[in-house]
């Protein structure tokens, strides 16, 4: 895998994690706040509990300008790749959330992305592996 292709691999990455946390966002507060979508359904009877929502979702606005502006090295795939296994993870161990808010479509479409990015990262974490010089 090239250093581009890498890059790319990380630039697509933050695309996605932004999209989803910005319209993480906008759905968690319009559902604290409104009782409204999705969320709502799930923080009627305790809306403090949506603090972590919005961490979350602004915690992967952040993650993502960082990716976007990140060199192709093998940090940063770590970076990405942790945090979309931890995000990937999360999801299907939460999976019952997405059953509740009757969401599923969103729940296999950013899980099956989170272990997506998380193969590539691990590709181009490996791609980036430095061979050790022979001995002499």
């Keep these: 895998m090239?250093?581009?292709l890498r890059r790319y691999v990380l630039r697509a990455n933050a695309l996605y994690i932004f999209a989803f946390g910005c319209a993480g966002v906008l759905f968690d507060i319009r559902g604290i706040?409104?009782?409204l979508g999705p969320q709502g359904r799930v923080l009627a009877d305790a809306?403090?509990?949506?603090i972590t929502f919005i961490e979350a979702h602004g915690l992967a606005i952040i993650l993502s300008?960082?990716?976007w502006r990140a060199q192709?090295?093998?940090p940063w795939h770590a970076t990405a790749f942790a945090m979309?296994?931890?995000?990937?993870?999360?999801?299907l161990a939460f999976w019952q959330l997405?059953?509740?808010?009757?969401?599923?479509?969103v729940g296999y479409l950013s899980t099956g992305l989170h272990l997506t990015f998380?193969?590539?990262?691990?590709?181009?974490?490996r791609a980036s592996a430095t061979v050790p010089a022979p001995e002499a």
Excluded: I, K, S, Y
Aim: hydrophobic share 60%.
């Design 33 to 35: 706040l409104f009782g």
């Design 65 to 67: 300008v960082l990716l």
């Design 84 to 91: 979309d296994a931890l995000l990937g993870v999360c999801n």
């Design 98 to 105: 997405f059953v509740a808010t009757d969401a599923l479509a």
């Design 47 to 50: 809306p403090h509990a949506g």
């Design 2 to 4: 090239t250093t581009t």
């Design 118 to 125: 998380a193969t590539l990262n691990a590709a181009a974490l």
């Design 72 to 74: 192709a090295e093998r």
